[in-house]
């Protein structure tokens, strides 16, 4: 499973349809059931699991399935120590081992997609949706003909349709993949930014705590900071968030209960499971969320759903944007009308003409899947290269420079393997450490790792730099 606070949900459902109760595996469980289920699990008496990415490491003895649900979901990803994709060493793991292994998604990965189309994988495709309902219909916003009032976020054509939909007590989610408040917080009399003194990035306004967070390194401070002539700052916001998003459905909609669905407010919430609950009954009419809400929760009321912002370029630059984007909104429009037929999701976008929003109202996924392939194969991009991504990271900026300079310059130039960089990473500076990039882009035929390794090997590398090696990067910050 790809998300923590999912585990409970599934493990009930396990109960119903297998009347077996797995063994839960994740971060958050304590040592000493840790303990007892590695135990069990090495013992082969605990023959089920759910489990988190690093389940894969449990000592089996005898697996005979691995189950990947969400498998185009990117936390499968460990980015921080040692890298590695939970999914693909389960693949590798069940090919070794040779047994079989499922991988679930409505949304399939590219390269999951390419490699069914490829044969390599078999194809088996669920023709009718759970309950035999239809997907959501999908209405696209366009914020330029109907745009939001000065300083707000939600079109005003949208309003009056929304309100009728509350009053029909329907459930509502307004979803927006940013947390916090407003992610640029800045003094006009001083001319003070709160950035992160430990990263390159801005600090967060977090309304419910009153605090400035770095969300790379946790960093927090308060907003009363000293201006000019000792009077204190007087800080404005910009830059939209969740909890903003939150206050102004608050003023659309005083007299109704609101949720903020984000991993800020629920994965670290003792009452996330009540909060759950309630939303399953229908207890809770407008829920704000994060992406948190798309992975694979079963919220039977929630028929409608409005994205505060739709476009790709939202997400940032990123070679799979696109993938990732039309994943997401698709998830999501899958949260809609789970129960019902009537369900409606709003796009909000500048970009009206976008084909990601329209191969949403496509029935057909396959039309961007196919268009998302030619574009990689144009660019050639991964399925059709292979990517590795060496982070070069210290305090000192001056020598990180020079060894990823030198890294290049050490690097024998050949015909299939390109190498781009080094640049300074988009985010410079994360926890006091500089970091730069390097790019390597070759042939999938080929398998590189001993040249990388002799590579990096001749430069040897003093103890104050970390020298990072990403297999098949997801993240490029
Ligand atoms: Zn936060
Ligand atoms: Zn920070
Ligand atoms: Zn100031």
């Known amino acids: 499973?790809?998300?923590?606070?999912?585990?409970?949900?599934?493990?009930?459902?396990?109960?119903?349809?297998?009347?077996?109760?797995?063994?839960?595996?994740?971060?958050?469980?304590?040592e000493k059931k840790k303990k007892n289920i590695w135990k069990g699990v090495s013992e082969n008496k605990i023959k089920l699991v759910l489990g988190a990415?690093?389940?894969?490491?449990?000592?089996?003895?005898?697996?005979?399935?691995?189950?990947?649900?969400?498998?185009?979901d990117s936390s499968y990803k460990q980015e921080e120590g040692v890298s590695y994709n939970a999914r693909d060493m389960s693949i590798l793991r069940a090919s070794i081992e040779?047994?079989?292994?499922?991988?679930?998604?409505?949304?399939?990965?590219?390269?999951?997609?390419?490699?069914?189309?490829?044969?390599?994988?078999?194809?088996?495709?669920?023709?009718?949706?759970?309950?035999?309902?239809?997907?959501?219909?999908?209405?696209?916003?366009?914020?330029?003909?109907?745009?939001?009032?000065?300083?707000?976020?939600?079109?005003?054509?949208?309003?009056?349709?929304?309100?009728?939909?509350?009053?029909?007590?329907?459930?509502?989610?307004?979803?927006?993949?940013?947390?916090?408040?407003?992610?640029?917080?800045m003094c006009y009399e001083c001319k003070k930014r709160l950035v992160c003194p430990n990263c390159s990035i801005g600090l967060v306004f977090h309304q419910t705590s009153k605090k400035a967070i770095c969300h790379y390194c946790d960093y927090k401070t308060s907003l009363t900071q000293k201006c000019t002539n000792n009077k204190d700052c007087e800080f404005t916001f910009y830059g939209l968030g969740i909890e903003r998003v939150f206050e102004e459905v608050q003023l659309i909609f005083p007299?109704?209960?609101?949720?903020?669905?984000?991993?800020?407010?629920?994965n670290n919430n003792k009452n996330s499971e009540q909060i759950i609950n309630d939303i399953e009954k229908n207890k809770i009419p407008i829920l704000v969320g994060t992406q948190l809400i798309s992975k694979g929760f079963h919220f039977p009321s929630l028929n409608y759903i409005v994205v505060i912002n739709s476009d790709t370029n939202f997400l940032g630059s990123d070679i799979r944007a696109s993938e990732k984007n039309f994943q997401l909104?698709?998830?999501?429009?899958?949260?809609?009308?789970?129960?019902?037929?009537?369900?409606?999701v709003f796009l909000q976008t500048n970009d009206p003409n976008n084909k990601i929003l329209h191969s949403l109202s496509n029935s057909d996924p396959k039309v961007f899947y196919e268009e998302e392939l030619l574009f990689r194969e144009r660019a050639y991009l991964p399925p059709f290269s292979k990517l590795v991504s060496i982070i070069v990271s210290g305090a000192n900026q001056f020598e990180v420079e020079k060894i990823s300079k030198k890294l290049k310059q050490s690097f024998l130039l050949q015909e299939k393997i390109k190498i781009y960089g080094p640049v300074t990473a988009p985010i410079f500076k994360i926890r006091g450490k500089y970091r730069m990039r390097l790019l390597l882009k070759y042939d999938v035929s080929l398998f590189p790792q001993k040249f990388i390794k002799n590579w990096l090997d001749m430069n040897i590398v003093s103890k104050n730099i970390k020298l990072e090696v990403d297999v098949d990067p997801v993240s490029f910050l």
């Open 53 to 72: 990415r690093s389940s894969i490491f449990l000592p089996f003895q005898n697996l005979k399935l691995i189950v990947i649900d969400e498998e185009h």
């Open 98 to 185: 040779k047994f079989p292994i499922l991988l679930i998604s409505a949304t399939p990965s590219i390269e999951s997609y390419y490699n069914s189309k490829n044969k390599k994988y078999f194809y088996v495709s669920l023709t009718e949706r759970y309950k035999n309902i239809s997907l959501p219909n999908i209405e696209i916003v366009d914020l330029i003909n109907a745009p939001a009032d000065k300083g707000k976020f939600i079109s005003n054509q949208l309003i009056p349709k929304l309100k009728k939909i509350i009053k029909e007590k329907q459930q509502v989610l307004f979803f927006l993949n940013r947390r916090g408040h407003s992610t640029y917080i």
């Open 1 to 30: 499973m790809p998300e923590i606070a999912l585990t409970k949900q599934i493990a009930e459902r396990f109960k119903d349809y297998f009347d077996a109760e797995p063994a839960l595996w994740h971060s958050s469980i304590g």
């Open 329 to 344: 909104l698709q998830q999501l429009s899958g949260r809609a009308g789970r129960e019902e037929n009537k369900a409606k």
């Open 255 to 266: 007299e109704i209960k609101i949720q903020i669905f984000s991993s800020d407010s629920i």
